[in-house]
């Protein structure tokens, strides 16, 4: 073997090949190479692969051991298939004269898969994986005979591995469509279903041959079956964005027709898979609006729902009944109408506002009154509060921004609430703000029945307005003790409007006297005087702050008791009520006079007259 390469005439060897001349003494001479190690027992020496000794059927010799070295094509069973495929691929088979043939075919038999192969569908597959698709013959029958060979080996097939990768990288299937495909091109598939709709797009449906020979094949391989579920989700949906309206529309209603069906397929291969297919056609654009676009049956509102359409107008993505209900009979356009209804309910479609549409308006109307002003969006405000009342329960633990917030801290964060400007209105509440027209934080304004303790302070939202206590809480618009400090503001504000109507010889204004009494009412409290009594005490220190109904005074100059022989210096000074009695009090009043307020009072009196 060592000294084979040195004597070997491989041209000449060749020269006779090809003219077929068995009487050539090279010829002879590899005949009696392959006797020698035919009698040779036991592995063949590695040297023997490196000569080109193996004839094949383009008059070239190949060394043997590897990929290309020719294939012994003599199965009888299958020669002529055999032979023709091996033609049509271009493949090159051991081809020699009769004497040198058996003198080969014996060295293979008792040297088996060692230098020389027989024929089999393997050793084809691997010949053609080292080629290109695109160097593979056009589609004819003979692709056919190629899978009935592979079906024939289904069992060499079955746990080989780098065989199935390699015939799933071969373009050799053939289509309905008389078209050569591989099997990991997109959108290749087992036709399952017979009512499947014509759709623009590369759908390539194998064919199965006669009786559906090569299907067994095909299911080694993993090729999926199109049935319902996997057209839906394998080729309708990614495609669906790239057909024209009335494509669409006949795949929605296919969908539609077919929806039960798939979801039967997908729950008996794999019931863990039906929540994701549910999934895929609900937050699909599948469903066209009244806006002119494409939009996902779960962002989708019933168009029936007409407080929805009421609060966000055109915003509301709702679907076009002109579009999806187009027969011509009132009563059978009535019924299809009805139908796709049905079909997105059941999917998803709104009945009520979703959170983060809600929040998404609601910004929008911020954005709309930096145009045009807080009057231009205070109705849909108005609206949109009364919603968020009418479902607190279904929003209050609501999430928006991918479940990243809650709905109402959102909200919070937004100023987008609508309030009271108009003078007349306000006029309820002395010393009220006109505050300026735009929308307010939650935390700025208060609720409109507060007027009374605040409306100095905070501006008040509508009068109408009638929130759940929940809500308000939520809002931070539950009026507490904690406001105290704002409160005593708004009587700092009472108390200078009474000046300056004083002062300009004015009458105060309606429900003057009920203001002060409420913030008396509300700053008496006895939460409030335990914890900041004395800093009451010096803030109204030596200010008109104890109201008789008519006037401010001074609270160390009234007295609960009876004084009238003091009177016009001091004055007596009551009320029914206990707890405003503590509070004024606290500020300064006393039960009755003692030495050191007779003692001031002749100071005051003495200094007075001189």
């Not at 290109?132 to 592979?150: A, M, S």
């Not at 009535?334 to 983060?356: I, T, Y």
């Not at 002003?373 to 479902?391: L, Q």
């Not at 504000?493 to 002062?503: T, Y």
């Amino acid at each position: 073997a060592e000294n084979l390469s040195e004597v070997i005439n491989e041209e000449a060897i060749c020269t006779a090949l090809k003219l077929g001349d068995s009487r050539s003494p090279h010829l002879q001479w590899l005949i009696k190479v392959y006797q020698y190690f035919t009698n040779i027992s036991g592995d063949l020496p590695n040297e023997l692969k490196q000569v080109p000794l193996v004839p094949g059927s383009d008059g070239n010799l190949y060394r043997g051991g590897l990929v290309e070295t020719p294939l012994l094509c003599n199965d009888l069973d299958r020669d002529v298939a055999i032979s023709q495929i091996v033609i049509f691929f271009n493949i090159v088979s051991l081809e020699a004269p009769e004497a040198l043939f058996l003198a080969i075919d014996k060295f293979i038999k008792k040297h088996p898969e060692q230098f020389i192969w027989r024929f089999n569908s393997l050793d084809l597959i691997s010949t053609l994986a080292t080629r290109e698709n695109c160097q593979l013959p056009t589609y004819c029958n003979y692709y056919h005979q190629l899978l009935d060979l592979l079906v024939s080996d289904l069992g060499i097939i079955k746990n080989n591995e780098d065989f199935k990768k390699n015939l799933r990288q071969l373009k050799i299937y053939p289509t309905t469509n008389n078209e050569l495909v591989s099997l990991i091109d997109e959108n290749v598939y087992l036709l399952g279903a017979d009512d499947l709709p014509v759709i623009d797009g590369d759908l390539h449906l194998l064919k199965l041959g006669d009786n559906q020979t090569w299907k067994p094949l095909f299911d080694i391989l993993g090729v999926k079956t199109l049935d319902r579920a996997t057209f839906i989700q394998d080729f309708l949906i990614p495609n669906y964005g790239n057909i024209d309206d009335s494509e669409q529309l006949v795949s929605l209603t296919w969908i539609r027709e077919n929806y039960d069906i798939a979801l039967k397929e997908i729950r008996k291969r794999d019931s863990e898979k039906v929540k994701e297919f549910k999934q895929l056609v609900a937050t699909t654009p599948l469903v066209l609006c009244e806006d002119g676009y494409l939009h996902p049956i779960a962002n989708i509102y019933d168009p029936k729902e007409a407080v929805i359409k009421d609060i966000l107008g055109e915003l509301a993505p709702m679907p076009d009944r002109n579009f999806y209900a187009k027969d011509s009979e009132e009563s059978k356009n009535s019924e299809n109408w009805q139908d796709w209804l049905n079909f997105f309910g059941k999917l998803g479609m709104l009945n009520d506002l979703n959170p983060q549409d809600l929040l998404d308006f609601v910004k929008s109307l911020i954005d709309k009154v930096l145009r045009l002003g807080g009057d231009s969006v205070a109705e849909s405000c108005f609206k949109v509060i009364k919603y968020i009342n009418n479902h607190w329960q279904d929003l209050k633990d609501a999430t928006v921004d991918n479940r990243n917030t809650k709905f109402i801290e959102a909200l919070n964060q937004c100023a987008w609430l609508p309030v009271e400007i108009s003078p007349s209105n306000l006029k309820r509440y002395p010393a009220a703000l006109i505050p300026a027209d735009r929308l307010y934080a939650a935390t700025e304004v208060a609720m409109w029945d507060d007027g009374y303790l605040i409306a100095s302070q905070r501006p008040l939202l509508d009068r109408a307005l009638v929130l759940n206590p929940e809500l308000k809480k939520a809002l931070s618009l539950d009026f507490g003790l904690d406001n105290w400090k704002q409160v005593v503001a708004h009587l700092d504000k009472l108390i200078a409007l009474w000046r300056e109507c004083v002062s300009n010889e004015l009458a105060l204004p309606e429900n003057f006297d009920r203001s002060v009494q409420r913030v008396y009412e509300f700053i008496a409290s006895r939460s409030i005087i335990n914890q900041h009594g004395d800093w009451l005490k010096d803030h109204f220190e030596d200010t008109l702050c104890l109201w008789n109904g008519t006037e401010f005074l001074q609270a160390n100059n009234t007295f609960q008791s009876d004084i009238s022989y003091l009177q016009p210096w001091r004055v007596q000074l009551q009320t029914d009520k206990p707890e405003i009695r503590k509070l004024f009090e606290v500020l300064g009043q006393k039960l009755t006079p003692t030495i050191d307020d007779y003692l001031e009072l002749v100071d005051e009196i003495a200094e007075a007259t001189d």
